[in-house]
């Protein structure tokens, strides 16, 4: 099939902006993911238009994020913070902004619709019809997959978003998987045809994720030169399971009462989700255990310090329920940082277990103790996956990443030019 040229895509984000701060409210890796590639598919010549909700009453129309990528502020509903379950309800409001907009320009202003996450799935499946162009949909998380995976105390995801992934599934040209297992859970779990899946692995911004001095990040941060650091990176929220590096350090120092005086167990990141019901429990769970002394909480940071952070750690801890990716993992594994993490979904494909870190079955906090332990006892070792961890982050560029992308757009025009013509 011969390819189409894509000028222009309408990228979708209804419930969080690409502008604001990784680790606060909603905003985490498809944040991430969303940047990267619109500023790379820019650099390859195509525009990138992202639709998100307005969320401050003095926020512009539009900003430009990068040449070539203009993010458009779409009044629906209150400007403050509004929940995500309340989001469904704003559909309409939204979705009338996003035709309005193109309403404004010729017709054919945008050769592909790109959405992100289900409610922007629906928003993308109703402009699909209207204007003619193929739909491209990355879930980034899926309903079906958080309900099998649940935390203890978390609630299951409603089942007006199953029946809406359905919906997507069903209507969308292209349906992007992160990795390998999500396509799977896409074609299993969904029933998605085998002909609309396709497989674009994430990437990581190579040039600020960098193996650095080690001293030097701790000196920046505050961390004493001697300190045994475990690393969470991170929403806090039940999903992403920081109570079980809480619980596994909390053993460590059980079986081993000299490590407190240079342990710190630092948490990177805000409370999201179902975790904003709660936005004090990982100070009350140290508190609990008797480890208040050696926890940091520390509020989202920017990719620099972030970078910093992973230099300054002796390994990244990510004992998520459900991960689609998992772009914590391999930004810490850039910085040459290794990885405990869960062995579970995209974290399968973002670490290699036993060369770039170690995938850990289920979330007994004994056995993340057991690994960690590991962790601070065996340097060698931990050298060895250091190693690893550079290597095996090396292959994941967002340049690819959107070189791929845009291989699929083409496709997804052509194809479907090809279906009108005949």
Known sequence: MRRRRVGRVATVSMHTSPLDQPGTGDAGGMNVY??????????????????TRQTAR??????????????????????????????????????????RTEAMYEPGRYDLIHSHYWLSGQVGWLAKERWGVPLV?????????????????????????VVGEEQVVEVADRLVANTDDEAEELKTLYGAPDDRVVVVNPGVNLSVF????????????????????????????????????????????IEDPSLRDRLIVACVGGPSGN??????????????????????????????????????????VVPSYSESFGLVALESQACGTP??????????????????GVLVDGHDPH????????????????????????????????????????????????????????
């Open 34 to 51: 969303i940047v990267e590639t619109a500023r790379r598919l820019a650099q390859l010549g195509v525009e990138v238009e992202i639709f």
């Open 58 to 99: 003095d926020l512009p129309p539009s900003v430009e994020l990068a040449p070539g990528v203009l993010v458009r502020h779409i009044t629906a509903g209150p400007y403050e913070e509004l929940d995500r379950a309340d989001m469904p309800a704003q559909l309409c409001a939204f979705l009338s902004g996003v035709l």
């Open 137 to 161: 949909h990355t879930m980034h998380t899926m309903a079906k997959v958080k309900n099998l995976l649940l935390a203890e105390g978390d609630k299951p995801e409603p089942q007006a978003r």
């Open 210 to 253: 960098q193996p650095a001095s080690t001293g030097a990040a701790r000196r920046r941060l505050g961390v004493p030169q001697d300190a045994r650091l475990l690393l969470f990176v991170g929403r806090i929220q039940p999903l992403k399971a920081p109570d079980v590096l809480l619980r596994a350090a909390a053993r460590m120092l």
């Open 275 to 316: 975790g904003l019901a709660r936005p004090d429990v990982l100070h009350k769970l140290a508190a609990e255990l008797g480890i208040s002394d050696v926890v940091r909480l520390v509020p989202p940071a920017p990719q620099e310090e972030l970078a910093d952070w992973y230099r300054a750690a002796d390994v990244t």
């Open 339 to 356: 990885v405990a993490a869960a062995s579970v979904g995209g974290l399968r494909t973002a670490v290699r277990d036993g060369v770039s």
């Open 367 to 422: 056995d993340w103790a057991l690994v960690l332990g590991r962790f601070l006892s065996s340097p060698r070792w931990r050298e060895g996956l250091s190693s690893g961890a550079r290597a095996h982050a090396a292959r994941f560029g967002w340049s690819a990443t959107a070189a791929r992308l845009l291989e699929v757009y083409e496709e997804a025009v052509a194809s479907r030019s090809l279906r009108v013509a005949v």
